[in-house]
């Protein structure tokens, strides 16, 4: 058949969309293949959040949506934390910074306050100017008694810096009276979220006598008057090259003071001389506490892992901001649903 112009027509876009397609699936290989993380800058891992971050999986962090919803999260938590006395930093330069932050808002609330105090503010002419700049003092007012929490908050941690006379040290089996405390922080602070680990105080002084057995480590933070804040233990595995960190407990009173990160530091150079490499630790939901639980943790596992959410203050957290990673789960393995949560580190 001797092709007319239509058919050499029909030929040519065929060729030219094969062409386009080809060039498109090259450059999708492309694009694949030079795709990187984006790049975490040295102060993102404590700032989760801040542009850069990434949020969640399959987000690149630099998405407005994201960052903004992230950010306003961390306005939340802080001014919650601002007004409830609960905010709790050891890091001298950054109280100094929020002190200098905190001032800055108080001077402009007493700028507010004295603005308030002038009667050309309140017998303005028209009420809408009148009420529009009212509105706005009222505003700023607020800063100024933002500053005023801010600056309580910086006393109390300023205070408990001061006084922070911690010890840590081998707990001694001869000093019955540092074991008892210690059961009885077992129980206290765990009754919460694990109530079947340590139910009776028996329970927990059983758990005292296998914690002093030989070859493992048990270490105390004690404060000035030898009172014991918390305690953690850690018992070998793989001929000493992993150590399982089990348990770790702070006095409830005493939580959120940096305590337990003292003493999971402390523990990590003790498994470093004894020869360590990696520390594993379990971790359990029992409570619903994160989003692990009540879920099949034999599908998606890895994913689900990945989108894990805090949702009752699980101590999985505290163990991510010391540089653990979730290297697995076992599900089910306080009951349906409820499964322990697998964290490492390196230490060696
Ligand atoms: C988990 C526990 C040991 C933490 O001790 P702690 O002295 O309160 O912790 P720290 O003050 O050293 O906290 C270090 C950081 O972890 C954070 N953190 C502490 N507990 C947290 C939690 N449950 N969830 C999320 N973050 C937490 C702190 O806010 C702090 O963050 P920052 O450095 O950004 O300020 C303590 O809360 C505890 O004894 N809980 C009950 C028993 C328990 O859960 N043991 C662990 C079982 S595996």
Not at 119 to 131: C, I, S
Request: include cysteine; proline fraction near 5%; hydrophobic fraction near 40%.
């Amino acid at each position: 058949m001797i092709p007319t112009t239509r058919h050499k027509f029909k030929l040519a876009r065929r060729v030219q969309s094969r062409r386009r397609q080809r060039n498109r699936l090259a450059y999708m290989a492309r694009a694949q293949r030079s795709f990187r993380e984006p790049r975490e800058f040295w102060f993102t891992p404590a700032l989760p959040g801040w542009p850069g971050w990434r949020i969640r999986p399959g987000r690149s962090g630099y998405d407005p949506i994201d960052y903004q919803l992230e950010f306003a999260h961390i306005q939340g938590v802080l001014v919650r934390k601002f007004i409830t006395f609960k905010f709790r930093s050891q890091s001298w330069l950054f109280l100094l910074m929020l002190t200098i932050m905190a001032l800055a808002f108080l001077t402009s609330g007493l700028f507010a306050l004295y603005a308030l105090m002038n009667p050309v503010v309140w017998d303005l002419p028209y009420p809408y100017t009148r009420w529009l700049v009212l509105g706005n003092v009222g505003v700023v007012l607020l800063y100024g008694l933002i500053g005023v929490f801010i600056l309580i908050n910086v006393a109390f941690n300023v205070r408990i810096l001061m006084e922070s006379t911690l010890t840590i040290t081998d707990l001694d089996a001869q000093s019955s009276a540092a074991i008892e405390q210690c059961a009885a922080l077992l129980v206290e602070s765990f009754k919460e979220h694990w109530p079947e680990a340590w139910p009776e105080i028996e329970d927990a002084r059983k758990e005292m006598q296998e914690a002093l057995a030989e070859g493992k480590i048990c270490r105390i933070a004690t404060d000035s008057s030898g009172n014991v804040l918390g305690w953690i233990g850690g018992i070998p595995q793989y001929d000493g090259l992993v150590w399982e960190l089990h348990p770790l407990v702070v006095k409830p009173e005493s939580q959120q003071q940096g305590i337990g990160r003292q003493l999971v530091q402390d523990f990590e150079q003790q498994v470093l001389k004894r020869g360590g490499l990696t520390i594993t630790l379990g971790s359990d939901d029992d409570d619903q506490m994160t989003s692990l639980s009540n879920v099949n943790l034999y599908e998606n596992t890895w994913e689900k892992i990945q989108d894990i959410r805090n949702l009752k203050g699980h101590p999985y957290e505290f163990y991510q901001k010391l540089g653990y990673v979730i290297t697995g789960v076992v599900p089910d393995a306080n009951g349906r649903g409820r499964p322990d949560i697998i964290m490492s580190k390196r230490v060696g």
